[in-house]
């Protein structure tokens, strides 16, 4: 039988060379291609080739033998060379528990020998139809994935900016293909860096959506030079359009003067940035208004921090601090709070902090960690003798 444009392959694992033969011709008189094998050796290095549609399997491999073991090793290693190979096993007439032995380690069905050429071929023309449309199935997932994981570049692509006084590095990793996280920095001028990072509720497909939307509206705003608590209302308008119910977004936004170190935020429920000054000490930028989606529009304030010379701000997504261990034991913000020391160059200790997160700990959601620090003096200002005041707005 053909498939719509190739015809089926069949790969017959036999060590009794009538056996091979019969099936050979049998198959091919219904118009499948057939690839012979003696030895379960030269099964393994013909399935490798992606034109296979089908397997069919001796059970028994020495004449002396009737366990089926090799059988039964075979169809297993077919089974983790190809999730989606169909395999069926051939076993001797009234061999049930080899039958049974052989589903459990991944055989598809099995036909008893003798064989029934009507039986055998129904079985051979169910299998492989049915296991060349999951295979393209899997072809067009597998690009989709592929091109959704480049979409996902294109919106949170790792980031290293150097403005001013500044210095901003950042980076995101999904927990699966795409994922909910969302980071972004712009310079609307010269003077001012905008930074924004936002984790959407739910992974995978759905989260990146919702990040891709937030993408194209915060970049739009952030351009417009706004102050932050006014593009985090704007954000929550047009965001209320697009969260399903039980759907919302955290989001931090930060206008950065790049001379100064004079940084203005608002926090809608984000975890609070880690702020590590020189000399070691350890400040939080706590929530300014809740959430976006959850709650009616809510009329956000926004603060103000200064960066001095050697201090370093860490914004994350709490998939960097409920990152767990083998035991379990998330890492927390006392966890990341002591990964915060170090001397070293901003890209070497952002490699290093994630890499931690990366290899010694359990991924359980999207991660997300941008570092910014304050590379030369500040510009004394009134603005600056204070570590923090109110914002214009409050005032």
Same mark, same amino acid.
């Given at each position: 039988?053909?498939?719509?444009?190739?015809?089926?392959?069949?790969?017959?694992?036999?060590?009794?060379?009538?056996?091979?033969?019969?099936?050979?011709?049998?198959?091919? !008189?219904?118009?499948?291609?057939?690839?012979?094998?003696?030895?379960?050796?030269?099964?393994?290095?013909?399935?490798?080739? +992606?034109?296979?549609?089908?397997? =069919?399997?001796?059970?028994?491999?020495?004449?002396?033998?009737? *366990?089926?073991?090799?059988?039964? /090793? =075979?169809?297993?290693?077919?089974?983790? $060379?190809?999730?989606?190979?169909?395999?069926?096993?051939?076993?001797?007439?009234?061999?049930?528990?080899? #039958?049974?032995?052989?589903?459990?380690?991944?055989?598809?069905?099995?036909?008893?020998?003798?064989?029934? /050429?009507?039986?055998?071929?129904?079985?051979?023309?169910? $299998?492989? *139809?049915?296991?060349?449309?999951?295979?393209?199935?899997?072809?067009?997932?597998?690009?989709?994935?592929?091109?959704?994981?480049?979409?996902?570049?294109?919106?949170?692509?790792?980031?290293?900016?150097?403005?001013? *006084?500044?210095? =901003?590095?950042?980076?995101?990793? @999904?927990?699966?293909?795409?994922?909910?996280?969302?980071?972004?920095?712009?310079?609307?001028?010269?003077?001012?860096?905008?930074?924004?990072?936002?984790?959407? !509720?739910?992974?995978?497909? +759905?989260? %990146?959506?919702? #990040?891709?939307?937030?993408?194209?509206?915060?970049?739009?705003?952030?351009?417009?030079?706004?102050?932050?608590?006014?593009?985090?209302?704007?954000?929550?308008?047009?965001?209320?359009?697009?969260?399903?119910?039980?759907?919302?977004?955290?989001?931090?936004?930060?206008?950065?003067?790049?001379?100064?170190?004079?940084?203005?935020?608002?926090?809608?429920?984000?975890? +609070?940035?880690? =702020?590590?000054? *020189?000399?070691?000490?350890?400040?939080?930028?706590?929530?300014?208004? @809740?959430?976006?989606?959850?709650? /009616?529009?809510?009329?956000?304030? %926004?603060?103000?921090?200064?960066?001095?010379?050697?201090?370093?701000?860490? $914004?994350?997504?709490?998939?960097?601090?409920?990152?767990?261990?083998?035991?379990?034991?998330?890492?927390?913000?006392?966890?990341?709070?002591?990964?915060?020391?170090?001397?070293?160059?901003?890209?070497?200790?952002?490699?290093?902090?994630?890499?931690?997160?990366?290899?010694?700990?359990?991924?359980?959601?999207? #991660?997300?960690?941008?570092?910014?620090?304050?590379?030369?003096?500040?510009?004394?200002? #009134?603005?600056?003798?204070?570590?923090?005041?109110?914002?214009?707005?409050?005032?």
């Amino acid at each position: 039988m053909s498939g719509e444009t190739n015809p089926f392959e069949v790969l017959i694992a036999e060590d009794q060379e009538h056996v091979r033969e019969a099936l050979a011709m049998l198959l091919r !008189s219904h118009g499948y291609v057939v690839r012979q094998c003696s030895s379960p050796v030269e099964a393994l290095a013909a399935a490798t080739q +992606p034109s296979i549609d089908l397997a =069919l399997v001796d059970m028994n491999y020495r004449r002396d033998s009737t *366990s089926g073991v090799e059988g039964l /090793n =075979l169809i297993e290693s077919l089974r983790q $060379l190809d999730a989606t190979l169909p395999i069926v096993a051939l076993t001797a007439w009234g061999n049930v528990d080899l #039958a049974v032995n052989a589903m459990k380690f991944g055989a598809s069905d099995f036909v008893e020998k003798p064989w029934r /050429n009507d039986s055998l071929l129904e079985k051979v023309n169910a $299998l492989t *139809s049915r296991g060349r449309a999951v295979r393209a199935q899997r072809r067009v997932s597998e690009y989709e994935q592929q091109d959704a994981k480049l979409v996902q570049m294109r919106i949170v692509p790792r980031r290293h900016i150097l403005a001013g *006084s500044i210095e =901003l590095y950042g980076e995101s990793v @999904p927990v699966g293909t795409v994922g909910g996280d969302y980071f972004g920095a712009w310079q609307p001028d010269p003077e001012t860096l905008h930074v924004c990072i936002a984790d959407v !509720s739910g992974k995978g497909t +759905p989260g %990146a959506l919702i #990040a891709a939307m937030l993408h194209a509206s915060v970049s739009t705003l952030a351009m417009s030079g706004g102050r932050p608590e006014e593009i985090v209302s704007e954000v929550e308008a047009i965001s209320r359009e697009q969260l399903s119910e039980g759907h919302y977004v955290t989001l931090f936004y930060g206008v950065l003067n790049v001379n100064t170190g004079v940084l203005e935020y608002a926090n809608a429920g984000h975890c +609070p940035p880690l =702020l590590r000054r *020189s000399d070691g000490a350890i400040e939080s930028l706590a929530a300014t208004r @809740p959430v976006l989606g959850l709650l /009616n529009a809510q009329n956000g304030r %926004a603060e103000r921090v200064v960066l001095h010379l050697g201090d370093r701000l860490v $914004l994350f997504t709490d998939g960097i601090t409920e990152a767990t261990d083998a035991k379990g034991k998330e890492l927390g913000d006392e966890g990341l709070t002591v990964l915060l020391g170090g001397h070293e160059d901003l890209p070497s200790w952002h490699a290093r902090v994630l890499q931690t997160v990366r290899e010694h700990r359990k991924l359980t959601d999207d #991660a997300t960690l941008v570092a910014i620090s304050m590379r030369g003096p500040a510009v004394k200002s #009134a603005a600056t003798q204070t570590t923090r005041e109110m914002a214009p707005s409050e005032k």
